[in-house]
């Protein structure tokens, strides 16, 4: 499984932007790169997901690097519901394309 | 907004006996998936299931475990005699194809005693 490396946590204000970030050196050419948070005490929910290209949609934005070797997930405006454990997944889509998790950066919301 | 059910919320059960836990993903989707997370600990993957076969699984998915799409609706994970390390949050999760992406249920809490 490709790997990802992430900070273990991170604090932001309240309604302030948040960049999480993500490094995937040994991504390969099919890896896409998804980002799942697991709020307390519920399941995984899927954030978003890139290939090439940045990427938004109604929850967060991702910055792809140029050399696909790392990543950014932005979230514009930094509620208290954001405060969860954010996860980076590399996975191709092929066959099941089961996720891997790692442990993730546990965001901390400051009111 | 459909959504994965997952039953029962929370199961405590003795070592040694067997559990079923209950899923039942988005009515179109046709992957499926089990994945645990012991409290504390990071989510790990555990067995995918397509077309009423099983498509892949971890070195956790031994012969205690097995999984059935009973009715086209359900889907259950069942652990034949359970060990103490068992305990673990269990999160059922679907998706629709391939390139979509995956959502999970709420998890059944199993608790082995």
């Known amino acids: 499984d490709a790997k990802t490396t992430q900070p273990n946590s991170m604090e932001s204000n309240e309604e302030e932007p948040v960049h999480l970030p993500c490094n995937h050196s040994?991504?390969?050419?099919?890896?896409?790169i998804h980002w799942y948070r697991q709020l307390p005490s519920q399941g995984p929910e899927y954030v978003i997901h890139?290939?090439?290209s940045n990427v938004n949609n109604r929850m967060a934005s991702l910055a792809i690097a140029e050399d696909r070797k790392s990543s950014t997930l932005i979230l514009h405006r930094a509620t208290l519901r954001d405060a969860a454990v954010y996860y980076c997944?590399?996975?191709?889509?092929?066959?099941?394309?089961?996720?891997?998790f790692g442990t993730g950066t546990r965001l901390t919301v400051i009111p | 907004e459909p959504e994965v059910t997952q039953t029962p919320s929370h199961q405590v059960t003795q070592m040694g006996q067997e559990v079923i836990l209950r899923c039942v993903p988005i009515?179109?989707?046709?992957?499926f998936y089990w994945y645990r997370q012991i409290l504390g600990q990071k989510v790990e993957f555990l067995v995918s299931?397509?077309?009423?076969?099983?498509?892949?699984k971890s070195e956790i998915f031994d012969d205690q475990f097995s999984v059935e799409r009973p009715d086209g609706s359900n889907f259950t994970l069942k652990i034949r005699s359970t060990k103490l390390e068992d305990s673990a949050m269990y999160f059922c999760?679907?998706?629709?194809?391939?390139?979509?992406?995956?959502?999970f249920g709420p998890g059944t809490r199993l608790t082995v005693l």
């Open positions: 299931f397509y077309n009423n076969e099983i498509s892949e």
């Open positions: 009515s179109n989707h046709l992957y």
């Open positions: 890139g290939l090439t």
């Open positions: 040994t991504i390969s050419g099919t890896d896409y």
């Open positions: 999760a679907s998706r629709l194809g391939r390139a979509n992406e995956q959502f």
């Open positions: 997944i590399l996975g191709t889509q092929t066959g099941a394309n089961n996720l891997f």
